[in-house]
DNA sequence: ACCGTCTTATAAATCGATTTACGTAAAACG
DNA sequence: CGTTTTACGTAAATCGATTTATAAGACGGT
């Protein structure tokens, strides 16, 4: 209610009886200063509750400590959690964090994108939501560092964290064929994403390399109530019919498991199901669904500490981080008999 | 890479041959210009990619068109939910949102707050998470229009968006009894906030009208391994044991489920489960889940329209309001007897 | 006592957009 | 035709923190 003005510089430096410059000198441990001189300025900073103005800093300074975070999606736990880690790791560097979703469309990529860099932030972190990034350019142009995530096709000049995903597929396959699953489904909610699709060739690999027969892609999309429908012929044959299924996403994982239910198939007596992302309701469900957990937090961290180095060395050279999942066995794959061996069948 | 200093207002204003003044107004619809002027002062700014720079505008005019938005938790998909709410509404009247999370920590809630204050934001809204709010003085103090979201005891001079918890858990437990039900368990992660208890006095309140015996309550905490154990009790005893179960959050829906399942208790033919906050693996999980739907949309709307009331008349008087839950009656709740009328038991 | 060296504080310039105060030209009016 | 109003531009002041250039002391060495 007190629509007083806040209590500037200028009012510590003058009750201090010092200037604006040292009040500057001692809140920024920017110069030496004399101690009892910066203790008396701190105390009166204290008294008067002086919080700095972000804006006249970051104006004459240029940059704002703060780091710009832009995800296709709010509503996605994948992307909230890996806010949550950005914001554990920028905390305690003193940076805040400015958050703003693109709804996975380009044209608001591109405006959210141009929006955050009218604040000048430190840096720009993106999970783009296409692999081409179209909106790379607005970020080379304004020169602030970029760090993407996750999303991206080819080698650039651009920093970038991910996670291994033809090994993490690899290893939900080997797993479902060391159960002894000949024949596999994978569900994607869609193929347009390189990730996903590196995450298909896992799985092909593994299966390639084992003997065995290629597995059924399908995109099942993001409405639960057609993911029934999509899977029935894969799932009903009863002789060819896949027992093993991998959804390449948690959306994926959500409308198998629906489908399952409502095919009247058993998880994991009639089907196994090995899950991406891992949440608490993969531990709460019934039954508990064996799945690959990215880790969310290292990639958090990565990211922030990839921004740090190019902020650093802005002409240096961008740094790709890509790291390992792993996989949470739990119930919802089952053995159905002894794995095959390569040289047998071969 | 291109590391020169971004375009500047003037820069606009020189090649447009105009003073910088006109382009301010130009481009912020301020004052009336000449229409051709204008014109042409649009187009060089495109052609340079002119961005203003809100470090300078904020300065000058005091106030930052950015939303701050503290909340306990990012890793909560309700919070997330709800900043994602936030986000939309705020989107197109060109605010942007900056986001920090308390962990629950009252001492790291006053030091975030203080943070986003110190940029001036137009206004802040927040989860606090405690019902006191400690930090609130920081804001009055500041000026800065809040709005409290969910979380507050008493009446207070603040604006104030929050679900009526107590007729939602009359809801869910309306729900059971209808179905039958007469012996209660609720299950809370924890009963420090007071919504959490106004939804107990709701479901005692339920149970009180219809003459059944009043609930138990237990608090069951945040991690799922030990809800069996605290639990098993209340679902073991043969003879008088509840029949169903009100979850009054969605941890706690979770620990329910997993319990139940550890137990060897099939939802929802052994008890019926009634869970809190509505999402997308609850309508997958086997069974779905019968959940109390809190408006998370309408919520972040009706913050983002309060917040704007208080930022046009800062001393206007607070205002609350108050949203309804809907109940999606799914599949983990079922009938095993008429519901009792009360004339006939009184 | 004098000069250089070193330390520490200060006044003033600066960042870029907004806004006030004022000027000029065209339009409206009697 | 002279005067007043209106419309539209501009120069300059301003917001608050940072930083540069400079001054003022303190100290040691000769």
Redesign the interface.
């Known amino acids: 209610?007190?629509?007083?003005r806040?209590t500037t510089m200028r009012d510590v430096a003058i009750r201090a009886g010092v200037s604006t410059a040292t009040v500057s000198n001692v809140l920024g441990n920017r110069k030496a200063v004399d101690p009892e001189l910066a203790r008396r300025v701190r105390q009166v900073a204290a008294e008067l509750?002086y919080?700095?103005?972000?804006?006249?800093s970051?104006?004459r300074t240029g940059r704002?400590a703060?780091v710009a975070i832009v995800v296709p999606?709010?509503?996605n736990?994948f992307f909230?959690?890996f806010?949550?880690a950005v914001?554990r790791a920028v905390q305690g560097e003193g940076y805040?964090?400015?958050?703003?979703?693109s709804n996975g469309d380009e044209a608001q990529e591109r405006a959210r994108i141009?929006?955050?860099?009218?604040?000048?932030p430190s840096g720009l972190i993106v999970v783009p939501c296409t692999d081409a990034f179209p909106a790379r350019d607005l970020t080379?142009?304004?020169?602030a560092p970029v760090v993407a995530v996750d999303r991206i096709a080819g080698a650039d000049?651009i920093s970038h964290v991910s996670v291994n995903n033809r090994a993490a597929a690899r290893m939900a396959a080997d797993h479902l064929i060391g159960f002894g699953h000949r024949h596999l489904l994978v569900c994607a909610s869609s193929l347009q994403l390189a990730n996903i699709r590196e995450r298909c060739e896992g799985v092909q690999q593994a299966l390639a390399e084992a003997g065995l027969p290629a597995p059924s892609i399908v995109e099942v999309g993001q409405t639960?109530e057609v993911v029934p429908t999509i899977l029935a012929p894969h799932l009903s044959s009863a002789e060819d019919r896949a027992t093993g299924i991998i959804a390449l996403t948690s959306?994926a994982t959500?409308?198998v498991?629906?489908a399952a239910?409502d095919l009247g198939l058993a998880v994991p007596d009639d089907v196994s199901l090995v899950g991406f992302d891992d949440?608490?309701?993969m531990?709460?469900?019934?039954p508990?669904i064996t799945a690959v957990r990215q880790p969310l937090d290292m990639l958090g961290r990565a990211a922030w500490d990839l921004l740090k180095r190019r902020m650093a060395s802005?002409?240096g050279a961008a740094e790709r981080l890509v790291f390992s999942c792993r996989l949470e066995v739990r119930r919802s794959t089952r053995s159905i008999g002894p794995p095959l061996v390569k040289c047998i069948i071969g």
């Open positions: 209610m007190v629509s007083r806040a509750d919080q700095i103005d972000r804006a006249a970051q104006l704002a703060v999606s709010l509503d736990p909230t959690g806010i949550a914001e805040d964090i400015i958050v703003s979703s141009a929006a955050m860099l009218s604040w000048r080379d142009f304004s020169g000049a639960l959306t959500l409308g498991l629906s239910r949440y608490a309701w531990t709460a469900s019934t508990p802005p002409g």
